[in-house]
């Protein structure tokens, strides 16, 4: 069992940047770790995902302005957005990924509010 617990969202203007964080209840060594958003009226969308060895992946359009890292040490998963726009606007949420079940189980996290004024 792995419980997310995500901070880090808010209010930030035009161009501004944040950082969010996804501190996770137990280990997530072997865990793909993952954020997603979801806009109002929209579907949720990755934005990246990370493997217990550094190796990443961006959804195309999220690549430049969001970084994804983590220290699995500290049981903890980051995402640092940079020039952020209004159209980021989302709840944004953790994911983890556990490969130990066919298929793998998702966790998810209750989610962090951004907004981005304009």
């Known amino acids: 069992q792995v419980q997310l617990v995500e901070s880090g969202g808010g209010l930030v203007q035009s161009g501004g940047s944040l950082r969010l964080s996804c501190a996770a209840s137990?280990?997530?060594?072997?865990?793909?770790m993952g954020w997603y958003r979801q806009a109002p009226g929209k579907q949720r969308e990755l934005i990246a995902e990370i493997t217990s060895g550094g190796i990443t992946n961006y959804a195309i359009s999220m690549k430049g302005r969001f970084t994804i890292s983590r220290d699995n040490a500290k049981n903890t998963v980051y995402l640092q957005m940079n020039s952020l726009k209004p159209e980021d606007t989302a709840v944004y949420y953790c994911n983890a990924e556990d490969p130990a079940y066919d298929p793998p189980y998702d966790y998810w996290g209750q989610g962090t509010q951004v907004t981005v004024s304009s």
């Open positions: 137990g280990s997530i060594f072997s865990i793909i």
